[in-house]
């Protein structure tokens, strides 16, 4: 019998073993997780696709979540603790977190206050609306301080939607891009998903992430089918998270 219609995957089964780079599942300290029993939740739901290593990137924004080094890891302590009391041991979680380029990011910088991931990497984010006044001198100063700049959900900037040309300019910077999961299905509009799948085409996603705060964010992953061209394009980048930060 033939069949009209290409085969269409689950993307969550296609996340065995995947290492989680952004995400926002620390208990209290940003739009997260409220709770360490939500964090909790979202972990065992997480450890049900198959995912059991996660760096956890709180916000770090200087007038809505002025996080830092002894907030993150105060969170993080906390949530260790509840998944030994819950026998998650299998579960292995470390925090960095998603900086803003705002007006005192460079100042965090200069007193060597950023958390990057793994010591080498940092996750920068800008406004959705317009970039960020000082963001070409800022990566130049990330990339001077010894890391690489990892530009979070570069899909999702509206301003850039009609500025291809400005994502090549950023790759020739060496910004590294890292998409959102949730990108690739409806969750985030259709815009944000047709640019999303022009960056895979092209060849610009190095890296993905979850970017998930909730259980709503987990519920929509799930309901994402991806075609088998696309599954194509996206493994071997699900497979560059593992082997680049496990």
């Keep these: 019998?033939?069949?009209?219609?290409?085969?269409?995957?689950?993307?969550?089964?296609?996340l065995e073993g995947f290492v989680d780079?952004?995400?926002?599942?620390?208990?209290?300290i940003d739009d997260g997780a409220?709770?360490?029993?939500?964090?909790?939740?979202?972990?065992?739901?997480f450890s049900n696709l198959g995912m059991k290593h996660f760096i956890a990137t709180p916000h770090i924004m200087q007038d809505y979540y002025p996080n830092n080094s002894e907030t993150i890891s105060?969170?993080?302590?906390?949530?260790?603790?509840?998944?030994s009391k819950q026998g998650l041991e299998n579960i292995l979680i470390e925090a960095s977190a998603e900086h803003m380029i705002d007006s005192n990011f460079e100042v965090l910088l200069e007193k060597k206050e950023v958390i990057p991931l793994k010591h080498e990497y940092l996750l920068v984010e800008m406004s959705y609306l317009q970039p960020s006044i000082n963001f070409e001198a800022a990566i130049d100063r990330v990339k001077s301080s010894g890391f690489f700049p990892?530009?979070?959900?570069?899909?999702?900037?509206?301003?850039?939607?009609?500025?291809?040309?400005?994502?090549?300019?950023?790759?020739?910077?060496g910004i590294l891009f890292q998409m959102n999961l949730l990108s690739l299905g409806d969750f985030y509009g259709n815009k944000v998903k047709k640019n999303a799948l022009s960056l895979l085409d092209n060849g610009q996603i190095d890296i993905?992430?979850?970017?998930?705060?909730?259980?709503?964010?987990i519920t929509s992953l799930k309901e994402i089918?991806?075609?088998?061209?696309?599954?194509?394009?996206?493994?071997?980048?699900?497979?560059?998270?593992?082997l680049r930060f496990r």
């Design 225 to 242: 089918k991806i075609s088998e061209k696309l599954l194509k394009i996206v493994q071997p980048i699900l497979e560059n998270s593992w």
């Design 34 to 45: 409220k709770t360490t029993e939500e964090s909790i939740e979202l972990i065992k739901e």
């Design 1 to 14: 019998m033939f069949t009209f219609f290409a085969k269409k995957n689950f993307l969550v089964d296609h």
């Design 150 to 173: 990892i530009l979070a959900h570069p899909e999702r900037y509206v301003f850039l939607f009609s500025q291809n040309k400005r994502y090549t300019e950023y790759k020739k910077q």
């Design 208 to 217: 993905f992430g979850s970017d998930v705060h909730n259980l709503e964010h």
């Design 21 to 28: 780079i952004h995400n926002h599942i620390l208990p209290g």
């Design 74 to 83: 105060k969170a993080l302590d906390t949530l260790k603790e509840a998944l």
